[in-house]
C-alpha cells in the first residue's frame, strides 16, 4: 500500500465551478498535510498545511482534514483556467519525511 | 530575499560520468532535502538531512551521494551508479513546510 495516494485525474471541471481534490494516507502517526501546486516544468508551491481535524479556508481554497478516516482533501471555489496544473497532496510522517502522492492534474476549461 | 537556490537549471551528462547539483538557502533551515521526479510521477525522496554533518538515505539513494559541510548548502552527486538518472532534481529545506527550489533538469546524452 503506498503511503500518500491521489486520484491521477485529469479532473476537469468547468471555470467557476468548485474542484475537488482528495488524499488518502497510511501512517496514523502523522500529523503535518500540505497542498502543493505545481504548473508544468516548475516546482511545487505550498498552497495550504492543515493541522487538526476540521477545515481551513484561505481565500478560495478549502482544506479539510479526517485524521480518523486518514483523509485529505482541497476545495478550490470559482476555479480559474490559471488553476489548472498538478495538485500534490504531503504528509509529514512520524519519521520527519515529508511524502508525497503521485498527484492530481486538474483541467480548468473556459 | 530568503529562498532556495539550485544551479545549473538544465544540466547533461555522458555515460559513466558523475555529476553534481548544487543546493543552496539562506532560509536559515536546519532540514534540507534532495527529490526526484519523473515526467508525470509524484516526488520521491532521494536524501534528506536533518543537521550538519548527518544526513540519511531516503526510498531510492542508489546511485546518489550527498554531503552537509555547510547548514546552507547541500549538493547531490548523480554517480555512473545510477543507471537511468534523467529526471527533474528538486533540493527543498523546512522549518515546518518545504519549500523548493527551482530545480534542475538532468539528461543523460
Known amino acids: 500500500q503506498k503511503e500518500v495516494e491521489q486520484n491521477s485525474g485529469p479532473l476537469s471541471v468547468p471555470e467557476g465551478a468548485i474542484a475537488s481534490l482528495n488524499c488518502t494516507y497510511s501512517?496514523?502517526?502523522?500529523?503535518?498535510f500540505f497542498w502543493y501546486r505545481q504548473y508544468s516544468g516548475k516546482s511545487p508551491e505550498l498552497i495550504m498545511s492543515i493541522y487538526s481535524n476540521g477545515e481551513k479556508e484561505d481565500g478560495r481554497f478549502t482544506a479539510q482534514l479526517n485524521k480518523a478516516s486518514q483523509y485529505v482533501s482541497l476545495l478550490i471555489r470559482d476555479s480559474q483556467p490559471s488553476d489548472s496544473a498538478t495538485y500534490l497532496c504531503?504528509?509529514?510522517?512520524?519519521?520527519?519525511?515529508?511524502?508525497f502522492g503521485p498527484g492530481t492534474r486538474l483541467s480548468v476549461l473556459p | 530575499d530568503g529562498g532556495i537556490t539550485q544551479s545549473p537549471k538544465y544540466l547533461f551528462r555522458k555515460e559513466g560520468q558523475n555529476v553534481t547539483l548544487s543546493c543552496e538557502q539562506n532560509l536559515n533551515h536546519d532540514a534540507m532535502y534532495w527529490y526526484r521526479q519523473d515526467p508525470g510521477q509524484g516526488l520521491r525522496l532521494i536524501y534528506y538531512s536533518q543537521i550538519v554533518n548527518d544526513f540519511q538515505k531516503g526510498d531510492i539513494a542508489e546511485g546518489y551521494s550527498v554531503s552537509r559541510e555547510k547548514k546552507e548548502s547541500f549538493p547531490l552527486t548523480v554517480t555512473s551508479a545510477q543507471k537511468n538518472p534523467t529526471a527533474f532534481y528538486l533540493c527543498?529545506?523546512?522549518?515546518?513546510?518545504?519549500?523548493f527550489g527551482s530545480g534542475t533538469r538532468l539528461t543523460v546524452v
Open positions: 527543498a529545506s523546512s522549518s515546518r513546510v518545504l519549500t
Open positions: 504531503a504528509v509529514l510522517n512520524y519519521g520527519q519525511n515529508f511524502v
Open positions: 501512517d496514523r502517526g502523522s500529523q503535518s
